[in-house]
């Protein structure tokens, strides 16, 4: 079973979330450090803060290519801004809005960085990693500005170390420091509806960069005949359409952080497209010449810039009142081997077992940018944690996803976890692009208004791995989790008597149980055994002792912890029954039953969970290869009865919730 410290902080987190920790106004303390605690405490001993849960030293640094024994980082010295210059500032001429934080260099900072669907506030101390006498990673410009490297080491503190930050996408930082979700686009392949994309999201509030691709390490920054340079990352501020010689044309404002060297082709400043407009769009649009910001054809922007980044932002990140800003919804899942992580459509046996998450989409968007009524939303599929797993060997897995559409006849039906039928029968409306080893994949989709099923995937099955899912949908929708409502289809109790039971069952009986004519555990076990090993078709362990009294305890009415000839005879008829069903469910014939061949298996049978159950139900009775042999196959029956039966006795009214004291709770507890 699941650890009860697990489930316990499974339930904690829960009661926080729905007290609105991890918001961005209310942000979790990661590490349960508290800045305003650890400030006072600095100002009342008078000392500089030293952070304990990420010490300055090497294990800060890394383990491969940054560990104690790397070249790189042999003579490092951990040093504090007062200790590199004079007069350190935290942020060097101002701040804006925009900026990651306001305010003068202290002791210690704190900063709300996003991570896995919550926001977080982490605070370091100044200890900054440097080598003869210089910052050895992220700095300013200015050598007395230190905001980038504060934030580094921040961003490292979450991570594990400063060496999980290598490797990492630019899409990456631009969630963890906004909490939007990021799209790339390829421009040389872009979608019929690239320039009604960029308008939603500008008026969305959206970040929007775009670059031109290089091709060699010449290309890094080389200057193109018309001034737009390779490699670099620019920013896109505006889309606007002009009356242009009698004609619309399609404009695109772009921003060179430089603040300098501009676009010198049509539409930039001073040139003569500008005579031919109206006045008043002239004076509004123009811009001062060579602040690094300027304007340029549509048709121009697409020709010459190769990619195009837009990170959404989620509205707990956005100010601005009349911003048009999506609907959010955030999903936590698991793929878990066996259970849940089936992998992509190529594997049907397992793909089903997937997580599963509908999206009902009841409104058409205001203004679809073409003829087509549909709704417009983004998936978004992140993986969690996974660059810790580096230290072990692990690294980014293959992930994905795949968007069904619901039957008309099955729409508006209860949320019931699809099986493997129904993706058998029918082929996806919209997917991911590819599935690849990015921390998150995501895609745009517009489809006509209706329910439809989301399905995230790693590529290959088995792999494991937490994941959140995001959803963001131009207009309000329904959107839930696909999963079994539990449930026990139990047959009332057989009202068998000694009259009832067949002269050979009780011959056999009698041999079986001797002169006391009840049947121990013990003797159950060798009984079981004995006749299981008759079934060559089978395969098995054999059944445990501790099998064997969960088995007396779910039959035994007496209290005499044995079995009489009634009790026995129920018992048998439980088993003959669970073996017709697992025959049944062994489609391979292999005389055990894989774990996604179970969960149809204990449905048969009566039982329905949920995704966390039957993680739970496989890490219990499941072995290495995730097979399930007859006697795990029963020992599981055998418990949920008895689970379900003690529930339902403690919930005579059938709310959904039992109350009971400590002596019933270690009752059940020791009992199973």
């Not at 990352?233 to 772009?254: C, H, K």
């Amino acid at each position: 079973m699941m650890p009860f410290g697990g489930m316990a902080a499974r339930l904690q987190r829960d009661r926080l979330r729905a007290e609105g920790v991890g918001q961005h106004n209310n942000a979790i303390k990661y590490l349960n450090q508290d800045y305003e605690s650890l400030k006072q405490e600095c100002i009342e001993s008078g000392t500089l803060f030293r952070d304990p849960q990420f010490p300055a030293g090497p294990s800060a640094l890394g383990f491969k290519e940054l560990g104690p024994h790397s070249s790189k980082t042999r003579g490092v010295e951990w040093k504090r801004p007062s200790e590199l210059v004079g007069d350190p500032q935290f942020i060097v001429g101002g701040a804006t809005r925009t900026d990651i934080c306001q305010g003068a260099l202290g002791d210690c900072w704190l900063l709300a960085i996003w991570q896995f669907g919550e926001w977080v506030d982490v605070v370091v101390d100044d200890q900054l990693p440097t080598k003869d006498g210089e910052l050895l990673f992220v700095h300013s410009a200015e050598c007395t500005e230190f905001w980038s490297a504060l934030l580094e080491k921040a961003y490292a503190k979450l991570n594990g170390w400063y060496e999980a930050l290598s490797g990492g996408s630019t899409t990456e930082g631009f969630e963890d420091f906004t909490g939007g979700v990021a799209e790339m686009y390829d421009l040389k392949r872009p979608p019929r509806n690239m320039g009604h994309i960029i308008r939603k999201a500008l008026e969305r509030g959206s970040l929007l960069g775009c670059s031109i691709d290089i091709t060699s390490a010449f290309d890094m920054e080389a200057v193109t005949f018309k001034k737009l340079v390779k490699g670099h990352a620019y920013s896109v501020t505006a889309f606007r359409d002009v009356n242009y010689r009698g004609g619309q044309e399609q404009l695109i404002r772009i921003r060179n952080p430089w603040g300098q060297v501009e676009w010198t082709g049509a539409w930039s400043d001073g040139s003569s497209e500008w005579d031919n407009i109206d006045p008043g769009d002239r004076e509004e649009l123009q811009l001062r010449m060579e602040d690094g910001e300027f304007w340029m054809s549509f048709r121009d922007f697409m020709r010459e810039f190769s990619r195009l980044e837009i990170c959404n932002l989620t509205p707990d990140a956005l100010t601005k009142d009349e911003l048009s800003r999506w609907h959010t919804q955030v999903f936590e899942g698991t793929w878990r081997r066996g259970s849940t992580a089936g992998g992509c459509r190529n594997h049907p046996a397992t793909f089903w077992i997937n997580p599963q998450f509908k999206i009902k989409l009841l409104e058409e968007d205001d203004d679809p940018g073409d003829d087509e009524v549909a709704c417009s939303f983004l998936v978004a599929l992140m993986q969690k944690h996974r660059r810790r797993e580096r230290r072990v060997g692990g690294d980014m897995h293959t992930i994905g996803f795949a968007v069904y559409e619901v039957p008309e006849e099955a729409q508006g039906s209860q949320n019931v976890h699809l099986k493997k039928d129904f993706f058998l029968r029918n082929q996806s409306r919209a997917r991911s692009e590819t599935f690849i080893n990015l921390r998150e994949v995501s895609n745009q989709i517009r489809l006509p208004p209706g329910e439809y099923i989301v399905v995230p995937s790693t590529f290959e099955p088995h792999k494991e791995a937490d994941f959140i899912l995001r959803v963001f949908t131009e207009k309000q929708s329904d959107t839930a989790e696909l999963d079994e409502e539990i449930s026990a289809d139990l047959a009332d109790e057989e009202e068998i008597t000694e009259e009832d039971i067949e002269d050979g069952f009780k011959n056999m009986f009698q041999q079986l149980a001797g002169e006391d004519m009840e049947i121990s555990v013990f003797e159950l076990r060798t009984i079981l055994n004995r006749v299981i090993a008759r079934h060559k078709d089978l395969k098995t362990d054999g059944f445990s002792l501790d099998s064997c009294r969960n088995m007396v305890n779910l039959m035994d009415k007496d209290g005499s912890a044995r079995l009489g000839l009634v009790e026995f005879q129920i018992l048998w008829n439980k088993i003959r029954s669970w073996l017709g069903i697992f025959r049944q469910h062994d489609l391979d014939k292999s005389g055990t039953m894989s774990s996604y061949e179970m969960r149809m298996a204990l449905e048969s049978a009566g039982f329905k969970l949920n995704n966390k159950l039957h993680q739970v139900v496989v890490a219990r009775y499941a072995d290495a290869d995730m097979g399930v042999d007859f006697d795990n196959f029963v020992c599981c029956l055998v418990k949920l009865e008895a689970m379900f039966r003690f529930f339902y006795s403690m919930d005579p009214e059938g709310t959904g919730t039992a109350v009971m004291n400590l002596s019933e709770w270690l009752l059940l507890t020791m009992c199973g």
